[in-house]
């Protein structure tokens, strides 16, 4: 082998500075701005399954003592899931819209 014609795996050492594509996501800053996107998202997931958890303790205690479900309680659980369908869809790679706050709040009746 000649150094005109370097080996093929060689070809980035000498000379040229071609960026491999992992180099490039490497680098990315868009990649690193959605991991913290994420990691902002799967908190607030965590904190909107507790609130989730409190309304539907509500709802069964309300079922309990009135025998008839609450329209509120129920549309907030709605609202509720749709958002943290919202989140699973961002954290799965599913969309790019990024839920709220950064985006709209969903309508309690985009699950039906």
Same mark, same amino acid.
């Given at each position: ?39 902002? +998202? %799967?908190? *607030?997931?965590?904190?909107? #399954? ?8 509500? @709802?069964? +205690? %309300?079922? *309990?003592?009135?025998?008839? #479900? ?8 709605? @609202? ?33």
């Amino acid at each position: 082998m000649s150094d005109e014609n370097p080996p093929v795996d060689h070809e980035a050492i000498n000379g040229e500075n071609e960026k491999t594509p992992i180099e490039e996501h490497l680098k990315s800053r868009s990649t690193w701005l959605r991991l913290v996107f994420m990691l902002v +998202f %799967w908190i *607030l997931a965590g904190v909107t #399954t507790f609130v989730a958890s409190v309304v539907i303790v509500l @709802g069964f +205690f %309300w079922v *309990l003592f009135t025998g008839e #479900t609450n329209e509120q309680l129920r549309k907030t659980g709605q @609202g509720i899931a749709a958002y943290i369908s919202q989140i699973i869809n961002y954290l799965t790679y599913n969309t790019d819209d990024k839920p709220f706050p950064f985006g709209e709040w969903p309508s309690a009746d985009q699950n039906d």
